[in-house]
């Protein structure tokens, strides 16, 4: 009874008829040959929960039974045709299949003794199926297998099946009634001639490929996701119960925007080759290819993806889901590119990326040995806002909750490098005269990026320049998992030309730079919610004048002086000004200004500078003269290196020039072994008419690029020089923008600057 409560059974049993010739022998076995047309008509079994219905059925063809001796199995042959139409199973309406038709058209042989052997060679085909619960319905057009099948089951052994043939299946479809999820395949094609052996474990053998037509997946019939083509390649068996997968590729795969997620994704093709598992517990793949991922965002019309491909090597996963990588490359890519003329959003292109090994576990997480990236380029550009339409936005709470403090993450990399040519594009339109600057990274390296640990520190070094000719390098720590966060960064920029930041100053104090460079010593420490800051400036050469009046003056009211009498008094014998900044407090009350660090800088800057007036004010002539033999004194521990003069548009070295330079070099390398803080810097300054005759028909900005161009190939003779000839370090050999002397009468002229 199979534990079920008793059931009425109802049989609506239409008579058999059969049409034909039968012939039965009896001897020492039963023979019976038939050669026969058998049809039924509609019948109907029906218990109280489960009822099965059939339309007409029908067989054509031959039939043969022999019962077999002590010496020979039974047998079954028929080769012939089966048709059952409308064939349809309920069980209390939880399960329904249905049937429109089955059809077999082949030759069956059935053979029994002390093993059992089936074999059917011919055509098995399913129109119209359909398989439904409470739960999901499958449904598909036609399902049909063309070929030659055979099961063997011997006593005490192993069974077994041989499949040598071809699955087809046309309008697959699949819906989840909970999800409202829907699956539909356009047509599917499984060529196998392969074995199955059915024992404790189940082994394969042979050869089996599959290839698909368009796949769909949509919920409440909108498609989030399409695959054009699947193809997979000579799946084979290996010795016991392993199998090995040539390739498998899936083709144009498109995820739209729904509701599941917002952006179109798109890739091109995935590619799986070398798949082998020995034991169908660990599994391992030579490469994963994926080519021209792309994400787009269609509300903002940006390109947040885009990837020539990714390529991962040599991958394993095992029975409890490790999974190793030995590494992951990625090619040229773009990043937030957006399709509008302007916009704020930045764009980032990257050259390529390697990372291995990587190594996951469901209780280790994720840990990487190195990430090398090559030629990361990114640019910004800041827009104007209009007051009007900006909100102010309450700061945001940096209050971690208790029991959520000093809890790692489960990524464990030991470190990331940026090489090649990379840097940061940066352009600020808000202000009224827009400024650019260009940061230019020779190398970034990251290590002990270790977040299991949330005291853990991560140390950071990058080197680079900015705007090509003002060297940067920053170094320090940070630990951003740690109770209470810390940050360190000690930077030190040296030779910026001043100029370049006179969009932001003109804004601020009503003045700009006209001409002289920037150095920078910057020590910044962050603990918590309080920041320290001792920021060091070193002005050289430098140059002001005043653009907006109005603000120059209220700046001029603020301190002791006005702001150009103020430099003056501040310059040293070398035309430089050192400033001092510090800052200290709590982050969220930092709100210094450009204008803020000038008055504070220069308020007691100019106390101590007043010096020689003073000196002059209460001493008279005699207390300047003193404080002149000083200042003197300071000066002559300083060297003034000759100039080096060109010819026009001339920038190769003359052995004049050579002689020049000997001097020059033996003076600064003695001078870098002395004092290892002291950088030199090489200025190249081209005249007007210089140009040459074949460039004066060109525009104003190609005679600029080519007067550009003829002094940084001075300034690059000269510094080559003296690094290849002398104990010269070339990164504390600086080199400055190249200037424009508009005196007729001038030379090019190359200067060295402390």
């Known amino acids: 009874s199979f534990g079920m409560e008793k059931q009425n059974l109802q049989v609506d049993e239409p008579e058999l008829s059969i049409s034909g010739k039968t012939t039965i022998q009896i001897a020492d076995s039963v023979n019976i040959n038939s050669n026969a047309t058998l049809s039924r ?35 079954v042959v028929s080769d012939g045709q089966f048709v059952f139409e409308n064939t349809n199973f309920n069980q209390n ?22 093993t059992l052997n089936v074999t059917y060679q011919g055509d098995i085909t399913l129109n119209g199926s359909e398989l439904r619960t409470d739960q999901m319905t499958f449904s598909t057009d036609q399902l049909s297998w063309k070929g030659d099948t055979t099961f063997k089951s011997i006593t005490e052994q192993p069974s077994s099946l041989l499949l040598i043939g071809n699955l087809n299946s046309r ?35 042979g050869n089996s490929s599959l290839k698909a037509g368009k796949l769909t997946i949509s919920e409440k ?39 599941i997620q917002p952006y179109e994704i798109t890739l091109d093709s995935i590619v799986i080759s070398g798949v082998e598992s020995q034991d169908l517990q660990t599994f391992t793949a030579e490469q994963l290819e994926v080519t021209s991922p792309r994400v787009n965002d269609p509300d903002s019309a940006t390109n947040l993806a885009d990837i020539s491909s990714a390529m991962i090597k040599t991958i394993t996963v095992n029975k409890d889901l490790n999974v190793s990588v030995e590494n992951l490359l990625i090619s040229e890519s773009t990043f937030l590119s957006n399709n509008k003329e302007e916009s704020g959003q930045p764009s980032i292109t990257l050259g390529s990326a390697a990372v291995s090994p990587i190594n996951w576990s469901p209780d280790q997480g994720t840990t990487i040995d190195t990430v090398a990236i090559a030629d990361l380029y ?26 959520d403090q000093a809890k790692g993450i489960p990524v464990d990399i030991k470190a990331i490098q940026i090489t090649g040519n990379s840097g940061l594009k940066f352009n600020d339109n808000s202000l009224t005269q827009p400024f650019s600057a260009e940061l230019l990274v020779e190398s970034i390296d990251i290590k002990n990026i270790d977040l299991t640990d949330p005291e853990n520190s991560i140390s950071y070094i990058l080197k680079g320049s900015v705007d090509k000719y003002a060297k940067l390098d920053i170094s320090g720590s940070v630990a951003p998992l740690a109770t209470p966060f810390t940050f360190e960064k000690k930077t030190i920029l040296r030779n910026y030309p001043i100029h370049d930041l006179s969009p932001y100053v003109v804004e601020t104090i009503g003045s700009a730079f006209k001409d002289g460079q920037l150095d920078i010593s910057s020590d910044v420490t962050i603990t918590g919610q309080k920041i320290h800051s001792e920021n060091k400036l070193k ?44 800052i ?36 008279g002539p005699t207390g300047a003269i003193a404080y002149l033999g000083v200042s003197l004194g300071q000066s002559l521990l300083k060297t003034n290196f000759p100039i080096i003069e060109f010819e026009a548009s001339v920038s190769a070295l003359t052995d004049n020039q050579k002689a020049i330079l000997d001097k020059v070099g033996e003076k600064i390398a003695s001078k ?47 510094k080559s020089y003296l690094v290849d000839n002398f104990n010269i370090d070339g990164e504390r050999l600086l080199s400055c923008n190249p200037g424009v002397d508009f005196n007729k009468d001038g030379k090019g002229v190359v200067e060295f600057r402390e």
């Open 539 to 582: 002005l050289k050469e430098i140059e002001v004048v005043a653009i907006d009046k109005e603000l120059a003056a209220e700046l001029d009211n603020q301190l002791p002086v006005p702001l150009d009498t103020a430099f003056g008094i501040l310059k040293d014998n070398q035309n430089d000004v050192h400033l001092s900044v510090s």
């Open 171 to 205: 309008a697959l479809q699949l819906e989840l009634a909970e999800s409202n999820i829907q699956v539909q395949e356009e047509d599917l094609t499984i060529s196998t001639d392969s074995g199955i052996t059915l024992d404790t474990t189940i082994g394969y053998t």
């Open 378 to 403: 990114a640019t910004y550009a800041k827009e104007k806002v209009d007051p009007a339409a900006a909100t102010e936005q309450a700061p945001p709470d940096n209050a971690t909750p208790a029991d």
């Open 41 to 75: 008509e509609n019948s109907k079994f029906t218990l109280d929960t489960i009822s099965l219905a059939t339309g007409d059925s029908s067989y054509t063809g031959t039939i043969s039974y022999n019962s077999g001796r002590n010496d020979q199995p039974m047998s």
């Open 221 to 259: 019939d909108v498609p989030f996701l399409t695959i054009d083509e699947l193809l997979t390649t000579a799946l084979s068996g290996l010795d016991q119960q392993g199998i090995a997968l040539e390739s498998f590729t899936a083709g144009t795969i498109k995820l739209p925007p729904s509701e």
């Open 584 to 619: 200290s407090g709590e982050l969220s009350d930092l709100n210094v200004g450009v204008s803020g660090i000038i008055i504070t800088a220069l308020s007691k800057a100019i106390t101590a500078g007043l010096a020689p007036y003073l000196a002059y004010t209460m001493l």
């Open 93 to 114: 309406d939880l399960l329904k299949i249905s049937q429109e038709e089955l059809s077999t058209a082949g030759k069956t042989e059935l053979s029994l003794a002390n």
């Open 672 to 718: 870098y072994e002395k004092d290892t803080e002291v950088n030199y810097s090489i200025c190249p300054k081209v005249q007007q008419n210089e140009i040459d005759p074949a460039a004066q028909s060109g525009s104003e900005e190609e005679k600029g690029k080519a007067l550009y161009k003829l002094g940084d190939s001075r300034a690059a003779a000269v």
